[in-house]
């Protein structure tokens, strides 16, 4: 099983997961951040630490967001890794909770 990045991480993009991942399993993209399937080792060690509640595990994903597992493993793949937290952009807490964010979705 592995955790899930979702929508409310696009244009919000906190990385405090990336400090507590055992497994540097996070890459990173222009406004959204992608959890690796093969290295997340579900230790559930991000969940609590997204700021924007973004993570689930993978049969906890909401419903209607489950294109996001297939969508992190496909990112993952193309987008260089990240393992240390980084600044959030700066109007983040603007864009924390907005519905329909996928089409921000820079890749």
């Not at 509640?53 to 993978?58: G, M, V, Y």
């Amino acid at each position: 099983m592995t955790f899930v990045v979702t929508e409310n991480c696009i244009k919000c993009k906190y990385q405090d997961c990336v400090e507590v991942c055992p497994v540097d399993c996070f890459y990173e993209g222009p406004n959204f951040l992608a959890i690796h399937p093969d290295e997340c080792i579900d230790c559930a060690l991000c969940e609590p630490e997204c700021p924007a509640n973004a993570i689930f595990s993978e049969d906890e994903v909401p419903k209607g967001q489950e294109k996001f597992t297939k969508l992190n493993a496909e990112l993952a793949e193309i987008w260089p890794n990240i393992t240390e937290k980084g600044e959030p952009p700066v109007d983040a807490k603007e864009w924390d909770g907005v519905d329909g964010k996928m089409q921000y979705l820079e890749r």
